[in-house]
């Protein structure tokens, strides 16, 4: 972690480039062309994370998972996401138990 000074912080690999106001205690995480992490302290004493994520420029052809093919991103991600023959949605019932268990 590399602490940011106060003031304006350019971002130096992430696509588009931010321009970001930080206050004192702010420490960037990482820093890459799709992603980049930053974290301060918080009023409680321990540390909040945020991160800005671009959405991949490809993806594999879920059709055929075996050949590992790619294929321009999605415009639609919500439905590429809810149309991916491997991925399951649980139901907001079953979203409420795993949030209980998790408290």
């Known amino acids: ?3 940011l000074p106060a003031g304006t912080y350019v971002t130096g690999q992430f696509e588009p480039a931010l321009t970001l106001k930080v206050g004192q205690g702010w420490k960037l995480l990482e820093e890459r062309q799709h992603y980049f992490g930053l974290s301060w302290q918080n009023t409680r004493g321990g540390d ?16 055929n998972p075996e050949e590992l093919s790619s294929e ?5 991600w919500v439905g590429w996401f809810r149309s991916h023959p491997y991925m399951m949605e649980a139901s907001t ?10 408290d």
Request: net charge negative; hydrophobic share 25%; no cysteine.
């Open 93 to 102: 019932d079953e979203r409420r138990r795993r949030l209980r268990q998790a």
């Open 72 to 76: 321009p991103a999605p415009e639609d």
């Open 48 to 63: 909040s994370t945020i991160y800005f994520i671009n959405p991949p420029p490809e993806v594999y052809d879920q059709s």
């Open 1 to 3: 972690m590399e602490p």
